[in-house]
């Protein structure tokens, strides 16, 4: 098992930064993978960004390209979420996501351990 521990959500306005953090318990199994997705009220979860564990490779939704940067330390079993530019478009409950694979990281599916959330509002 893994916990998954975020941080680092609030209230932001309009083009304001923010970085999201999760801790995991856990340095190599079932993080080869670590992941954000984020879910706006009445919407489903949507796949936001990922990193690989042993070469520090991103992926990003195209939503958030050039806003966002996803890193990690592996020292710390920590994943960092930068968010700036923050549009209002952007208020969700963010969760931090990991697995042993990254066969399908841009889904939800591809995720065994997940954590418990954090909000971000961005609002004026």
């Known amino acids: 098992q893994v916990q998954l521990v975020e941080s680092g959500g609030g209230l932001v306005q309009p083009g304001d930064s923010l970085r999201l953090s999760c801790a995991a318990s856990?340095?190599?199994?079932?993080?080869?993978?670590m992941g954000w997705f984020r879910q706006a009220p009445g919407k489903e979860r949507e796949f936001v960004a990922a990193?690989?564990?042993?070469?520090?490779?991103?992926y990003y939704a195209d939503s958030v390209k050039g806003r966002f940067t996803i890193s990690r330390d592996n020292a710390k079993n920590t994943v960092y979420l930068q968010m700036n530019s923050l549009k209002p478009e952007d208020t969700a409950v963010y969760y931090c996501?990991?697995?042993?694979?990254?066969?399908?990281?841009?889904?939800?599916?591809?995720?065994?351990?997940w954590g418990q959330g954090t909000q971000v509002t961005v609002s004026s």
């Open positions: 990193i690989k564990r042993t070469n520090g490779i991103t």
């Open positions: 856990r340095r190599t199994f079932g993080t080869y993978i």
């Open positions: 996501a990991s697995d042993n694979s990254a066969a399908e990281l841009t889904t939800q599916r591809g995720y065994a351990y």
